[in-house]
Each structure stands twice: as structure tokens, then as C-alpha cells.
Nanobody
Framework: QVQLVESGGGLVQAGGFLRLSCAAS????????MGWFRQAPGKEREFVAAIGWSGGRTYNTDSVKGRFTISRDNAKNTVYLQMNSLNPEDTAVYYC???????????????WGQGTQVTVSS
């Protein structure tokens, strides 16, 4: 079992930045690929970014390329999502997830956190 806890969300003005953290406990997360997803009100959960177990490969959805960066520190069992140049369309609950493969599909991931709210004001 892996427990995931997200933190770092909040209210920020457009153009601002936030760094989300996802702390893993239980079994070490170093053997898992990790992903970030988000869900806005009335919308389906969508892929944001993913990173392989070693951190050597990362993937971003097109809408966040050049603005968001996923990284991980396996010694700290923590995954990060650095979000720059935020805009109101980024407003959502952000979830981290752990799975065997770095994938864009939510069904690939086995463990999920409870989410952290990110609100970007215009």
C-alpha cells in the first residue's frame, strides 16, 4: 500500500506560480511511476504530467508544456509539480497518483491522493 498526500495548493493570481508536493508513505514510491492529474468542476479528470520511477523521463500535456515541471526526490519519497505562469484555466483540484507505468491514462494508476485545490484568479 502507498499513501499519497498532496500539498501546496492555494489561491494565486494569474501569472503567478505554485509548487505542489506529493508525499508518499507506506511502501517506497521509488519503484513507481508518478503522475499528476487535475479535475475542474463539471469536467473529467485530465492528465497533467507524469514521471518515470527513476525521474529520467517526464511527460506533460500540451496545455502545460513550458509552464509546468514534474520532478521527484526518491530519497524524500516526494514528487513535485512546479507550476509557473498560471492562468484561470488551470483552476482545478490536483491529484497525484502512483502506478507501474508513466501514463496519461488515469486507469493506469493504482494509488491516488485526496487532491489539493488550485485556484487562479484573473
Amino acid at each position: 500500500q502507498v499513501q499519497l498526500v498532496e500539498s501546496g495548493g492555494g489561491l494565486v493570481q494569474a501569472g503567478g506560480f505554485l509548487r505542489l508536493s506529493c508525499a508518499a508513505s507506506g511502501r517506497t514510491c521509488s519503484s513507481y511511476a508518478m503522475g499528476w492529474f487535475r479535475q475542474a468542476p463539471g469536467k473529467e479528470r485530465e492528465f497533467v504530467a507524469a514521471i518515470g520511477w527513476s525521474g529520467g523521463r517526464t511527460y506533460n500535456t500540451d496545455s502545460v508544456k513550458g509552464r509546468f515541471t514534474i520532478s521527484r526526490d526518491n530519497a524524500k519519497n516526494t514528487v513535485y509539480l512546479q507550476m509557473n505562469s498560471l492562468n484561470p484555466e488551470d483552476t482545478a483540484v490536483y491529484y497525484c497518483a502512483a502506478g507501474r507505468l508513466a501514463s496519461t491514462r488515469p486507469g493506469t494508476y493504482v494509488y491516488w491522493g485526496q487532491g489539493t485545490q488550485v485556484t487562479v484568479s484573473s
